[in-house]
């Protein structure tokens, strides 16, 4: 399953202003229209493209932001509701941030590329 970014909702990577924690993924600012975002990039708590991943305990990855404020409000009870989890245990997700670059870059040439033949993607 995939995501086409839609322009009645913010197609920031994070659907926000970036937090001081994200002020380096600021080249993840927007996903070219037309082009589907694969479900994996997408937080299941936010529904967002994931700009900072951070994986849990039981291999679950969430965007960073989402993710705490979600164990704020719970008490520190996963998402899953299988176990406690504390922000301090969530591990940067770096294999996810660079596939997720790397296809960001990916739908920007092709974008590019479309944009030259006077097509629209999708």
Excluded at 26 to 40: H, R, V
Excluded at 93 to 113: D, S
Aim: with cysteine; charged share 25%.
């Amino acid at each position: 399953m995939v995501l086409m970014p839609d322009n009645k909702m913010n197609n920031t990577a994070s659907g926000t202003t970036p937090s001081s924690s994200q002020n380096d993924n600021n080249d993840l600012k927007k996903w070219p229209e037309g082009i589907p975002i694969p479900e994996t990039f997408i937080c299941p708590l936010s529904r967002r493209l994931m700009v900072d991943p951070v994986i849990d305990k039981e291999g679950n990855s969430y965007e960073r932001t989402a993710i705490q404020i979600y164990l704020t409000a719970t008490e520190g009870i996963s998402p899953t509701g299988k176990q406690h989890l504390k922000v301090s245990e969530l591990i940067e997700n770096r294999g996810l941030k660079m596939a997720i670059e790397v296809a960001l870059q990916n739908a920007l040439v092709e974008q590019k590329k479309s944009n030259k033949r006077g097509g629209k993607m999708g």
